[in-house]
């Protein structure tokens, strides 16, 4: 069978190739940019990347007519640029214009669950999305799903950030709502199983795990599984506005993003029926299973995909490649070189693991000092991490940088800081190897933007001076110390 699949490096997306080609489906993989497709797909026979931005007329792209099915996977909410739900509207109008000149016989669209007397912004968009897909010529088959919990979701990073950093919570009244938490793999199941069901097809459901819980609940619930003993003290008082403030400053989520959850938040999402899983004979799993399977993927370093990895969390634009090629014409730059006899394999892994809880090698406290003034000014700070501790794919979140380049075949590395600036920043990493001695490359390149961004680069120089050198001489050290 034939499937096209949209987002392809979003969360679901990108955990939903490796199941169908594990099925022998053949896929249609549509991505913004080619140069974040996901490794495991290119080079497959299998697999046809197809280059397309669906905010762009439906002419400037030419995909296989011999379709099958269809995923809109596509979401538009973290958005950093224009209205999100003008973004969503648009883009679901040229997707369906696009796939109606094709022979699908389905789409399939995740959604969230509504309640239909009271809708946030957000809902109200996916509702519109809906609606629009409903216009098309084929079988269109809706899941509506709560919220997803599994190593990487946004609402499961949350909750983490939450109850791991916090032992006393002073909280919002959303606290109180009631939600049914489900689990990715149990997603992953629905939308599997609803390929071509004669069931499924131009239907409704609403998919959810077991468990009805306020968010307080779930909370306390994710304490207890860590064995942690939490205080949570809800505020009636707090604003949505204070929540949203709140959110962003203890978790790793972005502020506009918060302020569409917190308005959600405010929404009972509870399923209003349970028959897609009698329908497929899914058993959903519990809200504590679904915490315990996502922390074995973590402690066993098999995160396959993030909420933080997706372009939608960062400050880029779809203009992607624009900030790979480094530019030299009015830049400063810091440029450390470092020779050293020994693998090059062993300094390479070093590079590759840098950020997240290993740290960036070398004055920690002061990279952790910048990502705590980026937050305050309302950057993404450092405490995005990473996604996996070792593997490092173009378009991963790496702190507050963003990988442009991860190409080992090369030695190269290619980081674009999302930092708040007054200009913009890139640290590149290249190692060139020889027969006597192999050679360590890192450059700090920064493009102020008017007289604030060079008034910056000057005061922060002799700090960037300090980190610098001290950063290859580590990585160096501790990569030729593996022999």
């Known amino acids: 069978m034939k499937i096209l699949l949209t987002g392809v490096t979003g969360y679901v997306g990108k955990r939903l190739i490796p199941i169908l080609l594990s099925q022998n489906h053949e896929l249609i993989c549509c991505i913004r940019n080619v140069d974040r497709a996901p490794q495991e797909i290119l080079n497959n026979p299998k697999v046809e990347v197809v280059q397309i931005d669906f905010l762009k007329p439906k002419d400037s792209v030419d995909i296989p007519s011999d379709i099958d099915v269809a995923f809109y996977l596509i979401h538009s909410m973290s958005s950093l640029s224009g209205d999100f739900e ?120 609403d998919i959810a795990g077991p468990d009805i819980l306020t968010y307080k609940e779930i909370l306390l619930q994710f304490a ?69 399977a996502a922390f074995i993927k973590i402690e066993q370093n098999q995160v396959y995909s993030s909420w933080k990895d997706a372009l939608s969390s960062s400050m880029f634009s779809t203009e992607y490649t624009k900030y790979i090629q480094v530019p030299t014409y009015g830049c400063y730059k810091d440029t450390q070189v470092v020779e050293f006899q020994g693998k090059v394999s062993n300094v390479k892994e070093m590079i590759w693991s ?62 674009y800081a999302e930092m708040k600036l007054p200009g913009e920043a890139w640290l590149e990493f290249k190692i060139l190897p020889s027969d006597s001695k192999n050679t360590l490359i890192q450059t700090a390149t920064f493009r102020p933007k008017g007289l604030w961004g060079r008034v910056y680069w000057y005061l922060s120089l002799p700090f960037h001076i300090f980190i610098f050198r001290g950063m290859i001489r580590n990585i160096v050290k501790n990569g030729t110390k593996k022999g």
């Not at 599984?225 to 939490?230: S, V």
């Open 224 to 292: 207890s599984i860590r064995k942690l003993k939490r205080l949570i003290l809800v505020l009636p008082l707090m604003t949505p506005r204070l929540s949203s403030y709140w959110l962003y400053f203890i978790t790793s989520t972005s502020y506009k993003l918060a302020v569409h959850l917190v308005n959600s938040m405010k929404v009972e999402v509870i399923a209003k029926d349970n028959k897609l899983a009698e329908i497929l004979n899914i058993q959903p799993l519990t809200y504590q299973e679904a915490v315990k």
């Open 86 to 205: 003008k973004l969503e509207l648009e883009t679901a109008r040229n997707f369906r214009e696009l796939i109606n000149e094709t022979s699908v016989k389905q789409v399939i669209y995740l959604g969230g669950i509504s309640n239909d007397k009271t809708l946030s912004k957000h809902l109200r968009s996916r509702k519109n999305v809906e609606k629009e897909l409903q216009k098309g010529n084929f079988a269109l088959t809706i899941l509506h799903a709560g919220i997803i919990i599994g190593s990487g979701s946004a609402s499961f990073e949350i909750i983490r950030d939450l109850v791991e950093k916090l032992p006393v919570m002073v909280t919002p009244k959303w606290l109180n709502t009631r939600s049914q938490p489900i689990a990715i793999r149990d997603v992953l199941k629905f939308l599997t199983g609803v390929i071509l069901h004669p069931q499924c097809l131009n239907q409704t459901f």
């Open 354 to 415: 840098i950020g997240g809880d290993k740290g960036w090698y070398y004055a920690n406290f002061l990279w952790s000092l910048r990502g705590y003034f980026d937050k305050l000014v309302g950057g993404v700070r450092l405490r995005r991490g990473r996604t996996n501790p070792k593997d490092i794919q173009n378009g991963d979140a790496l702190d507050f940088w963003r990988v442009l380049l991860a190409d080992k075949t090369n030695n190269r590395l290619l980081l």
